[in-house]
Antibody, heavy 124, light 106 residues
Framework: QLQLQESGPGLVKPSETLSLTCTVSDGSISSTFYYWAWIRQPPGKGLEWIGSVYFTGNNYSTPSLKGRVTISVDTPKNQFSLKLSSVTAADTAFYYC????????????????WGQGTLVTVSS | SFELTQPPSMSVSPGQTANITCSGYKLGGKYANWYQQKAGQSPLLVIYQDYKRPSGIPERFSGSQSGNTATLTISETQAMDEADYYCQAWDSKTAVFGGGTRLTVL
């Protein structure tokens, strides 16, 4: 069964770049049928999609984060990554990686597998 | 911008039916997905493409859509169904989540 595991620093200073990695197990990130996503949730609040990436490197992100997002894929390591620049306290959240079906630029399907999430706190 | 609106909370007695709604301008014509999130856990997909149930999800979970409102129905609600429920849809290649509904079973 597919497993997703987030990893990265739990504390980031304001104005710096948040970096997280999601390792995919028991499944291939190079599958032509899936996209790989980052979703976050501030403590006690709702879910927000950050963006998604395909194994080719094609990626999409929410306009609301105004170009601060970089999502990339490392197929040999079966991992994908998130970088969020210029962070503020508002970026403090649980960050989840997830999978959704998609192919050839059409990816508007449900998130069917999720990692356990990792809390990132932005504080000096 | 595209928004999805859910009631913040609702309560239901064990064995009764819970109907959680999700409304949004232009939701009609888009697929709605529903996620269950229990305390301290990551979300779990319970309904996709309006009414389809993933493998392993109990039959008491069902979904429907009419006009600009999607509904998650939990029949014969059990204590284990107490959780936050989020609807989600795609608009202009962006995933949008509703604000979530906290379901209390009491």
């Amino acid at each position: 069964q597919l497993q997703l595991q987030e990893s990265g620093p739990g504390l980031v200073k304001p104005s710096e770049t948040l970096s997280l990695t999601c390792t995919v197990s028991d499944g291939s990130i190079s599958s032509t049928f899936y996209y790989w996503a980052w979703i976050r949730q501030p403590p006690g609040k709702g879910l927000e999609w950050i963006g998604s990436v395909y194994f080719t490197g094609n990626n999409y992100s929410t306009p609301s984060l105004k170009g601060r997002v970089t999502i990339s894929v490392d197929t040999p390591k079966n991992q994908f990554s998130l970088k969020l620049s210029s962070v503020t306290a508002a970026d403090t959240a649980f960050y989840y990686c997830a999978r959704h079906y998609g192919s050839s630029g059409y990816y508007e399907y449900a998130f069917d597998s999720w990692g356990q999430g990792t809390l990132v706190t932005v504080s000096s | 911008s595209f928004e999805l609106t859910q009631p913040p909370s609702m309560s239901v007695s064990p064995g009764q039916t819970a109907n959680i709604t999700c409304s949004g301008y232009k939701l009609g014509g888009k697929y709605a997905n529903w996620y269950q999130q229990k305390a301290g856990q990551s979300p779990l997909l319970v309904i996709y493409q309006d009414y389809k149930r993933p493998s392993g999800i109990p039959e008491r979970f069902s979904g429907s859509q009419s006009g600009n409102t999607a509904t998650l129905t939990i029949s014969e609600t059990q204590a284990m169904d107490e959780a936050d429920y989020y609807c989600q849809a795609w608009d202009s290649k962006t995933a949008v989540f509703g604000g979530g509904t906290r379901l209390t079973v009491l």
